[in-house]
């Protein structure tokens, strides 16, 4: 069976908890779908930090749920000397889990930055009962953590030595989020078991076994090196004013790396001097993109909380011959809240927001009316959002090809850069990926069928006359003139 990153997603909405009872993560595909590819597949250490209660454990939980209990241990005796009397334990697990990364004390800290060194950690103690030195020794691991970010005490333990040795990401706590989620709960409550689940034990069984072959070919220390043709042409996604982006960006190619490993069949092979490679394809970039791209763009430039989605509410400010277009709109603190709250985005903390996106240089501000101060969005930086232009990525990946990997440049060129079927992660649409496409959104659908307004054909068939249901399960955004149109066709 050949799985595609839908298949994760649709694992995600179909978890179950350790009693089995059903645990979908909701409106969180992009989180969940990264951290599993890259920290299972690519062995980045990964770090979730959330308000408690958005889900972050949840999603962990989920990830784990991939592995037999086997290959993963859970830290949850936190004290300084826990995790060394449990060193047995975690020497033999190849993954370690922290649910409450937040509480552990410095000691325990310092042992994980060393992994993140890849060093094991050391400690020496004296065992009276022999009268001698003994030490410990605890192998580098991979760590999945989660950190509340209100518990000020924990939170500071995550310094900048520590974060650039993560992926981090954080979880969704809009009100339209959380209004998602207690949906689906009340739903949960109300309908049989079978409407519910959309993934069979069958074909988790199949994805988690998937999972685990990939995770064998990564830990083969024969395996093939992955080369990616395409990253030299990554730049355009890279905030490269900001030094961090220095360190993070070996994390959006470990998360193209990831996908290739995942479509493992896909990977073109070759060998040279000895040695073999394996080329990631044009798709493989695309599919990253989509999943990880507007994260990586907001971890590189330090974006606040809901930073991404503040800016989203201003319109963009254009340059003109004398230094700025004439029609800017401003907004004041007040016109910002309205339109927050009016997309569903908290607003309580709003003003912090606000100076770090003025610090950035995201927002600037104009207080020459006296007693208020309007903010507009900055025409120096680009707008996180920016996509690549993908057509010219794809030529340009061929004239790389042709001349760095001349010996399998043909194959190459015709098999991954002409016309690219795919499977959408999030919607399962299939898709056409060519040189016409300009940005990782700008697909074609193949299916032409798709009846409007439905917005994927997964959605079209979900429909059963059940609004409520349709809601809850449909992968598209349905706005109230949809809805009318769908339950007037019916």
């Known amino acids: 069976m050949k799985h595609e990153l839908h298949d994760l997603v649709r694992y995600f909405h179909n978890v179950r908890n350790k009693k089995g009872e059903l645990n979908p993560i909701i409106g969180e595909d992009k989180l969940a779908v990264t951290s599993a590819l890259a ?3 690519e062995d980045n250490n990964m770090v979730i930090k959330a308000y408690s209660g958005t889900g972050k454990t949840v999603i962990m939980d989920a990830v784990f749920g991939l592995l037999p209990a086997e290959y993963y241990h859970t830290i949850e005796h936190l004290s300084e000397t826990a995790v060394w009397y449990e060193s047995d334990k975690i020497n033999r697990a ?3 889990a922290i649910p409450e990364a937040q509480k552990l004390p410095e000691g325990v800290m310092e042992v994980i930055k060393t992994w993140g060194d890849n060093r ?4 020496k103690r ?3 009962t022999i009268g001698e030195t003994v030490e410990t020794i605890l192998n580098p691991k991979y760590v999945f953590m989660c950190v509340a970010v209100e518990n000020a005490k924990g939170s500071a333990y995550f310094d900048a030595e520590l974060e650039r040795r993560c992926m981090i990401g954080h979880t969704n706590p809009t009100a339209k989020q959380t209004e998602s989620v207690i949906k689906h709960k009340l739903m949960h409550v109300a309908l049989p078991k079978k409407e519910l689940i959309t993934m069979s034990d069958e074909e988790i069984s199949e994805l988690r076994q998937h999972m685990l072959d990939a995770i064998g070919r990564r830990d083969d220390e024969r395996a093939m090196l992955l080369r990616n043709p395409c990253a030299p042409f990554l730049i355009e996604a890279i905030p490269s004013l900001f030094p961090v982006s220095r360190s993070k960006v070996q994390y959006l ?4 790396n990831a996908v290739a490993r995942f479509h493992e069949d896909e990977i073109l092979r070759v060998e040279r001097d000895g ?8 798709k493989h970039n695309w599919l990253a993109l989509r999943i990880y791209l507007d994260t990586f763009v907001s971890e590189c430039l330090h974006m606040p909380s809901h930073g991404t989605d503040i800016l989203q509410l201003f319109p963009d400010t254009a340059l003109d011959r004398f230094g700025m277009s004439a029609d800017v709109v401003k907004l004041t603190n007040s016109d910002i809240k309205k339109e927050a709250k009016r997309a569903g985005l908290p607003f309580t903390k709003l003003t912090p ?7 950035t240089g995201f927002l600037e501000m104009d207080e020459t009316e006296r007693g208020k101060t309007r903010y507009f969005k900055s025409p120096l930086i680009s707008d996180p959002s920016k996509k690549i232009n993908w057509s010219e990525l794809i030529e340009k990946t061929e004239e790389f090809v042709r001349e760095k990997w001349p010996e399998i440049s043909k194959e190459y060129i015709g098999r991954y850069c002409g016309s690219i079927q795919l499977v959408d992660p999030f919607s399962g649409d299939d898709i056409r990926l060519g040189k016409g496409a300009k940005r990782a959104i700008d697909v074609e659908l193949i299916d032409k069928d798709v009846k409007p307004p439905f917005q994927s054909k997964s959605d079209e068939l979900l429909w059963d006359g059940d609004m409520t ?3 809850l399960l449909a992968t598209g955004d349905y706005d109230e003139k949809d809805i009318k149109e769908i339950e007037n066709n019916d």
């Open 39 to 41: 920290y299972l597949l």
């Open 94 to 96: 190849r993954f370690i």
């Open 120 to 123: 094991p950690a050391f400690r």
């Open 126 to 128: 004296t065992d009276v």
């Open 253 to 256: 190619l470990r998360v193209v």
């Open 275 to 282: 040695v073999a490679y394996g080329l990631v394809t044009p």
């Open 353 to 359: 927001v606000l100076s770090a996106l003025v610090m």
């Open 469 to 471: 249901k349709f809601l």
